[in-house]
C-alpha cells in the first residue's frame, strides 16, 4: 500500500482509491479496537483528528494537493467526507459504519463509557422565596392554587370591587390586549395587575371553607428602578370561612412573618386601603437588619412595611355569591393578603438592586446554590 505521506506515489483511479481509504479505515478500526480505556481514546484521537500532526488533516493536504485533475479531487474529497464522519462518529461512539450498526439499522452506544457530568443547577432566588412563602402556609392547611396572567377585566378589577373609571384603577396601570373596543369591558383582557383575581376564580369554584395561597407573576405600567420592575412576583393568600376575624388575620400574617424571618421579628398593622378588603392594612415588620433601633435600610423608623391585607370585602362576596350563593356575607366571613415576592426576597438575603433578579448573571445566582 502507499504511504499517504508521501502522496507522490499515489495512483488516482477510483478503484485504488477504494482500497487506500478503505485501508485507512481498517487502520483507524484497529486503532480503536486496541484502545481500551479514555486515555487510549484520546491517544487515537490525536492520531487521527489532530489539527496539524492528525492523519485525517495529512491525508486531506496531501492528496489534494496531488490529485491530477477536479475530478480526481472530486473523488479523493467524498471518500475524505466518509472517512472522517467515520472516523468522528466512532469516536463519539455514535456509530456510521456498517460493522457498528445493530441489525435493525440503530447506532450501538456503549453503555459502559461514562455519562456526561452535567454541573447540578441552583433554583432562582425568586422561586425559592415563592416555595418558601407557601411552605409556611401549607404548614397551616393552605392549599396552592394559580390563575391565569392574562386576565379579564372582570377578574382584575369589577369583581375585586373596582368599579369602571375607579380611581384606585390608577395606581395599577397595565398593558391591555389590543384590538378588543368591541367587547364589554367586563371581557376585555390585560396582563394581570395582582393575584387577587385567583381569589374570585377559586370562590366561583369552590364553596366554603376556603384557606388557599396563590403564587404568580403580575404586570404593572411601572418604571424600572432599583426597587420596580413592571414585572414582578406576588404570593396572594385567601381564607374565609365562618367566625373568622380581623385576630384570625394578624395570628396568621404574625406566624408567618416569624417562620419567614426568625422568632424575633414583630409585626404591627396600619390603617390602609384596597377596595376588595374592609377594613385594609399595611403590615410592617421590625426592621431586620437593626433589630428595630433604627438604620438606613428601615429609613431610621425601625419598621419595614412589607405586605397589605384586610378582611374580604362584603361587595366581593356579593360578586362570588352570583356563582357560590354560601359565599353569603351575613353568614361567612375572610381575610386576604397579598405579598411582593422580590420585596421579601430582597430583604431576606440583601439584594439592593431588583434587576439582579432578572439579570440571568450566574455569579449572583450561583450564591443561592
Ligand atoms: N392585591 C393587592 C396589591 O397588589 C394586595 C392585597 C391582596 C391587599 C389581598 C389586600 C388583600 O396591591
Not at 188 to 198: A, D, E, G, I
Not at 221 to 235: E, Y
Request: with cysteine; charged share 25%; aromatic share 8%.
Amino acid at each position: 500500500m502507499s504511504d499517504p505521506e508521501k502522496p507522490a506515489t499515489i495512483d488516482f483511479s477510483p478503484a485504488s482509491l477504494d482500497r487506500l481509504f478503505q485501508a485507512h479505515r481498517s487502520e483507524f478500526d484497529r486503532d480503536l479496537a486496541d484502545a481500551h480505556n479514555d486515555t487510549g481514546r484520546e491517544a487515537v484521537r490525536i492520531k487521527w483528528l489532530g489539527r496539524k500532526q492528525g492523519k485525517l488533516a495529512l491525508y486531506s493536504s496531501g492528496y489534494m494537493q496531488q490529485a491530477p485533475s477536479p475530478d480526481a479531487k472530486k473523488e479523493v474529497g467524498r471518500r475524505f467526507n466518509e472517512l472522517k464522519q467515520h472516523v468522528e462518529s466512532r469516536l463519539e461512539g455514535l456509530a456510521s459504519g456498517s460493522q457498528s450498526e445493530t441489525a435493525a439499522g440503530e447506532a450501538a452506544i456503549d453503555v459502559t463509557l461514562p455519562g456526561m457530568r452535567r454541573r447540578p443547577g441552583a433554583e432562582h432566588p425568586l422561586i425559592k422565596t415563592m416555595h418558601e412563602i407557601v411552605a409556611v402556609f401549607e404548614a397551616m392547611g393552605y392549599s396552592i392554587g394559580v390563575g391565569p396572567e392574562v386576565e379579564t377585566d372582570y377578574y382584575n378589577f369589577e369583581s375585586l370591587n373596582f368599579p369602571p373609571n375607579h380611581p384606585a384603577r390608577d395606581t395599577q396601570d397595565t398593558l391591555l390586549i389590543a384590538g378588543q373596543e368591541a367587547k364589554p369591558l367586563r371581557e376585555r383582557l390585560l396582563m394581570r395587575t395582582h393575584t387577587s383575581p385567583v381569589q374570585m376564580r377559586t370562590m366561583e369554584r369552590q364553596p366554603p371553607p376556603v384557606r388557599i395561597v396563590i403564587p404568580g407573576k403580575v404586570h404593572r405600567n411601572d418604571a424600572a428602578d432599583a426597587t420596580h420592575s413592571p414585572i414582578f412576583h406576588q404570593v396572594e393568600g385567601l381564607c374565609v370561612d365562618e367566625n373568622i376575624t380581623f385576630s384570625d388575620l394578624k395570628g396568621t400574617l404574625d406566624h408567618a412573618m416569624k417562620a419567614l424571618f426568625g422568632s424575633a421579628v414583630k409585626t404591627r398593622f396600619f390603617p390602609s386601603f384596597f377596595p376588595f378588603t374592609e377594613p385594609s392594612a399595611d403590615v410592617q415588620i421590625s426592621c431586620i437588619f437593626c433589630g428595630g433601633s433604627g438604620c438606613r435600610k428601615c429609613k431610621q423608623s425601625g419598621w419595614i412595611e412589607l405586605l397589605g391585607c384586610g378582611m374580604v370585602d362584603p361587595a366581593v362576596f356579593a360578586f362570588a355569591a352570583q356563582k357560590q350563593p354560601a359565599y353569603d356575607a351575613g353568614k361567612i366571613s375572610g381575610f386576604a393578603f397579598g405579598m411582593g415576592v422580590e420585596r421579601l426576597a430582597m430583604m431576606k438575603y440583601g439584594v439592593s438592586d431588583i434587576g439582579q433578579f432578572y439579570s440571568g448573571d450566574v455569579r449572583f445566582l450561583e450564591q443561592f446554590g
